[in-house]
């Protein structure tokens, strides 16, 4: 049996119509970091940021360095499709308030000898 002239560009618009939509409904994460492993087991509270610069994977990787340094922060998830971060921290440790000011401080450049403040908290949702 022969297949029609039009029925592989049909299968194949509909793959990529079906994978478009599926897209827009389910988040990946670009990166997932454990910064640190509490001894207690006591599960961390976690916060949404929506970050400025946070759009591709070299700013993600930055961003993601930056915050594990921060004590308290248990886990962090950057999404650059959407701009937001997602961080589990430990609420004895730390607060949303001191995370953010953490995003909102400008990082030391050493070749420039110089600092810029390159991210900046756009909106925060704690969960």
């Known amino acids: 049996m022969r297949l029609k002239w039009w029925a592989v560009p049909v299968v194949v618009a509909a793959i990529l ?51 594990s340094e921060e004590e308290g922060v248990l886990q962090i998830q950057t999404f650059v499709r959407t701009n937001t971060a997602v961080i589990t921290y430990d609420p004895t440790r730390t607060s949303p308030e001191n995370l953010a000011a953490r995003i909102n401080e400008p990082i030391y450049n050493p070749e420039t000898g110089r600092a810029a403040r390159v991210f900046a908290v756009r909106e925060m949702k704690v969960r």
């Open 17 to 67: 119509l079906a994978s478009y939509a599926l897209a827009k409904t389910v988040r990946f994460p670009t990166q997932t970091v454990t910064a640190t492993v509490d001894a207690s087991g006591a599960p961390g509270e976690t916060v949404e940021f929506k970050v400025h610069m946070l759009k591709c994977w070299t700013m993600s990787n930055l961003f993601t360095r930056r915050m």
